[in-house]
């Protein structure tokens, strides 16, 4: 062994040629593997041989310093590397729905930075967005000038309805502002293309009003057969912890203290907990449901797009959330977070189980900071990457110091790392990805709806639609289908 050893090594060190042939050919070996490993996820599973080839040719259309890039289209990392700035044109009321594309079913909401507790004004009253015209002057840009995707419902109608499960969001009240990021430029008040349905359940979904005299048109250009509009475009199920009961009780046995859900004490209801948990089981059973894909008017068929889901957790971890009064003060930010990882754990096991039989792509989206005494705040940041107050920096709100931490562990566990192309997603170990929202919205301390009582949520229209902006950008950089920046058939819907 010895001896073959040292002859190898003689002779690499003393053959030259026969060294850099050897590189060569590792250098090959790796850039076909790499490049093969991208196209696997890119295009998961159901893809023909043609189709792969087809994007193995697009891949390589361009490469600059080492990067995989198609024209100005920006690559993740471009996108994230940006800042707020005032918008090309100024915003006026005239204009607002128009810029956001909302529809006039759409809600504004900003509240004044000094409203007295208890006074707030209600919805389409205009003090309720009396600060509307100060914080959606300001739109997302990369620094580097790269273009976005732009966000466009019908073509979003199109990449849902081209997959089995559609496009797919869970959590809490910050999923429903990007809920209603979407559902405020699909939805109109009269002859609505689409129907929302609002469910006791906590069961939401957007799906196609067949009836519709763009309904066929919309099936034609995505390629899909009509029964497909049976099913939702978008799913919303409105889940707190992402858990059920007993799951709970599952991730908090070794804490000493922890009175279980199952059969506890029934002072201990506060209504945000639920026995059922049911994005897996309603999600699993659109999955199992295929669907027919036609041909397109100009001949083409369209290729099965990833169903995709979209996960978050973190602000209802609370000890008052999760513990009876009597006890609460005994909880230690150790056990809440042992217990979030439990249901990050579950979370990924199940989205894990589920991509073993269909074709799946799940985001762990970041936190969204919430800025403690908010009011203090005029304008953006560009320069703020932590959440913490300017006068008081040991302001310290709920748990929000702690969304930090999850952060860290959620991405560092998924191996985030922005993507470097702006063709596919880097590829990972899992299923599921981290999505970073808390470096676009960390800088808008400003923009919180009602700065006297809630730093938490974000004033409608504004950063919730740059969060969609995010999310629609990186789905049609790594899409199958080609026509998700084609011109909108809905221009004049509103
Ligand atoms: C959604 O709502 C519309 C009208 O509100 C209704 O016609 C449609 O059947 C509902 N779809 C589902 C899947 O419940
Ligand atoms: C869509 O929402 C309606 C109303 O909540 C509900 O009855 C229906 O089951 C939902 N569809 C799916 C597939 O979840
Ligand atoms: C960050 O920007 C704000 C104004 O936008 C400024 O007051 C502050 O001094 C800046 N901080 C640093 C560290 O540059």
Redesign the pocket.
């Known amino acids: 062994m010895h001896s073959i050893t040292k002859i190898n090594y003689r002779y690499l060190l003393l053959s030259p040629r026969r060294w850099i042939l050897r590189l060569l050919l590792i250098s090959l070996a790796y850039f076909a593997f790499t490049r093969l490993m991208e196209i696997r996820m890119t295009s998961g599973t159901g893809m023909s041989l043609g189709n792969v080839l087809r994007l193995s040719k697009r891949v390589s259309t361009s490469s600059e310093g080492g990067r995989i890039k198609r024209d100005d289209w920006c690559t993740e990392a471009e996108y994230l590397d940006g800042e707020w700035l005032k918008r090309d044109e100024d915003v006026t009321l005239m204009r607002l729905r128009e810029i956001y594309q909302y529809t006039n079913e759409g809600e504004f909401k900003c509240m004044a930075r000094d409203l007295p507790r208890g006074s707030e004004p209600p919805e389409g009253n205009p003090d309720h967005y009396v600060r509307i015209l100060e914080t959606a002057q300001y739109e997302w840009k990369p620094k580097s000038g790269c273009r976005k995707h732009q966000w466009d419902a019908w073509n979003f109608a199109k990449f849902c309805l081209r997959s089995r499960g559609g496009c797919s969001l869970v959590g809490d009240s910050l999923a429903d502002q990007i809920y209603r990021a979407v559902y405020y430029t699909m939805v109109t008040k009269h002859d609505s293309l689409f129907?929302?349905?609002r469910s006791i359940d906590r069961v939401y979904?957007i799906?196609v009003?067949r009836n519709h005299p763009l309904a066929p048109r919309l099936a034609r250009e995505a390629g899909i057969s009509e029964e497909r509009f049976?099913r939702?475009v978008l799913n919303y199920w409105r889940e707190h912890h992402l858990l059920h009961r007993s799951e709970l009780d599952g991730i908090f046995k070794g804490v000493w203290y922890y009175e279980p859900w199952v059969n506890g004490p029934t002072y201990f209801q506060n209504g945000w907990i639920h026995d059922r948990s049911w994005w897996y089981e309603l999600w699993s059973d659109l999955l199992a449901k295929p669907i027919q894909l036609i041909e397109r008017p100009d001949g083409s068929l369209p290729i099965e797009e990833t169903s995709t889901i979209s996960f978050n957790s973190a602000p209802h971890w609370t000890a008052i959330e999760l513990w009876p009064s009597h006890s609460f003060r005994l909880v230690k930010n150790e056990d809440l977070l042992r217990g979030w990882i439990g249901a990050f754990t579950r979370v990924l096991e199940k989205v894990t189980a589920a991509a073993q039989e269909y074709d799946v792509l799940a985001w762990w989206r970041s936190t969204v900071p919430g800025h403690p005494e908010c009011w203090q705040y005029l304008a953006p940041e560009n320069n703020r990457t932590d959440h913490f107050s300017t006068q008081n920096p040991n302001a310290d709100y709920f748990n929000w110091n702690l969304y930090p931490i999850m952060d860290q562990y959620a991405s560092s566990r998924l191996g985030y790392n922005p993507s470097e192309s702006n063709q596919y997603l880097r590829p990972t170990r899992f299923y599921m990805r981290y999505l970073d929202l808390w470096s676009i919205s960390v800088k808008r301390p400003d923009a919180h709806l009602n700065p006297t009582i809630d730093c938490s949520h974000y004033c409608l229209p504004g950063v919730p639609q740059e969060w969609l902006g995010l999310v629609w950008h990186l789905t049609v950089s790594s899409a199958r289908n080609q026509d998700y920046d084609e011109p909108s058939s809905l221009t004049k819907w509103h």
Do not use: H, L
């Open positions: 129907d929302i349905n979904n799906t009003n049976a939702p």
